[in-house]
């Protein structure tokens, strides 16, 4: 019995262990997903960005006089060091007036710099000329986090100037702690950018992991229930086990009480003469 504690102890402690290293893998894959999930949904953003940009020269007739487009009067030349996109703005004379620098997200490759760069012209050359519709951005960024499968009780965007300033959108949405949010610059040349607010797209991300954490509770309940089962009859079979010892040890004292007797009378017959 001892033994059998013994090993039965060990078999729980390695369940136990592989249990929490099981969690830990869940826990990772959730923060995995999360991030996926928060690339998708700048995807999102970058997809709205363009498509109303795109919608606002649809909309619109052309003018009938251009402003000055600004990139005309300054050059611009990018070029990427480790995880850093670095813009030189010069003007017309070579002098450089300025150098940004934009942090390139994980696993960012040369295409999403392209589509970027396209979005950039498009907004030094469209923004200038009409105004910015925020409704139909907003429309777009939830129809594209739509496609995408993400389902969120809130998704707005509001435009953010370089110093800060809000300028489209509803400020209300920066003091919303229960928001979660992603920002992309839309144009280099003023610093300009988007931040898209969304509500945490919980729901999507337990979907993903639904397979793994349903299999992994399955196994926890099977694993509890066999090892509750082989408890319960390890313990019936120490009480039965129990009930023999005693039924041999009533049944041993009973059968020598009767022995004892008949062997102290035939030794008092054999030692003492009664004649």
Known sequence: MKRFRLYSTLIVAILVLLLGYNTYCIVQLYKSIARQTTELVTQSLRDADLDEILNRAKKYPVPDSLPPYRGKQLSQSRSIHGDTLYIVVADDNGDISEIRKEPLAPGTNYSDIMVNEIGYGAHQTIGPM??????????????????????????????????????????????????????????IMTGSRYVAYYSSPLGYILKQMTGIIVSAAALVIII????????????????????????????????????????????????????
């Open 130 to 187: 009409y105004p910015l519709d925020i409704a139909d951005l907003d429309s777009l960024f939830r129809l594209s986090l739509s496609r995408k499968g993400i389902a969120t009780d809130t998704a707005a965007i509001i435009s953010v100037a370089a110093d800060g300033r809000v300028t489209a959108g509803d400020p209300s949405l920066r003091r919303d702690s229960r928001l979660d949010s992603v920002s992309i610059c839309y144009n």
């Open 224 to 275: 509890t229930v066999a090892l509750w089962y082989l408890f319960r009859t390890v313990s019936r079979l120490r009480t039965i086990e129990e009930m023999k010892d005693d039924f041999v040890s009533n049944m041993t004292h009973e059968l020598k009480t009767p022995i004892a007797i008949a062997y102290s009378a035939n030794d008092a017959l054999l030692n003492y003469d009664t004649s």
